[in-house]
Nanobody
Framework: QVQLVESGGGLVQPGGSLRLSCVAS????????MGWYRQLPGKQRELVAT???????TYADSVKDRFTIDRHNGNNTVYLFMNSLEPEDTAIYSC???????????????WGQGTQVTVAS
């Protein structure tokens, strides 16, 4: 079973920065797209950013020019660099990866448990 483990969340003041990391491991043949999603209190989960194997990225309008997604294919890691954080960015951030597993050979979406990001004075 593919495992995705996020790290880097925490409490930060408005205007501050955080870096989230997500490492995928176990039974991986190939990882295609990777992404970050977030769930704000009382709301549905929403897309934050995605990145392909070829490093083509997309962003939600609300984070464009403030957040940057990147990945290291060699160690199956995706990052989210968050700058100019606002209280409205407070949410649980989860990573997702589209993975083809080694055994059995199947392709599907896998999710991490999530990491809390709180932006407050």
């Amino acid at each position: 079973q593919v495992q995705l483990v996020e790290s880097g969340g925490g409490l930060v003041q408005p205007g501050g920065s955080l870096r989230l990391s997500c490492v995928a491991s176990v039974n991986i043949f190939i990882i295609y797209d990777m992404g970050w999603y977030r769930q704000l209190p009382g709301k549905q989960r929403e897309l934050v950013a995605t990145i392909t194997k070829e490093h083509i990225s997309t962003y939600a309008d609300s984070v464009k020019d403030r957040f940057t997604i990147d990945r290291h294919n060699g160690n199956n890691t995706v990052y989210l660099f968050m700058n100019s954080l606002e209280p409205e960015d407070t949410a649980i951030y989860s990573c997702c990866a589209l993975v083809t597993t080694l055994s059995p050979v199947v392709t599907g979406d896998y999710w991490g448990q999530g990491t809390q990001v709180t932006v407050a004075s």
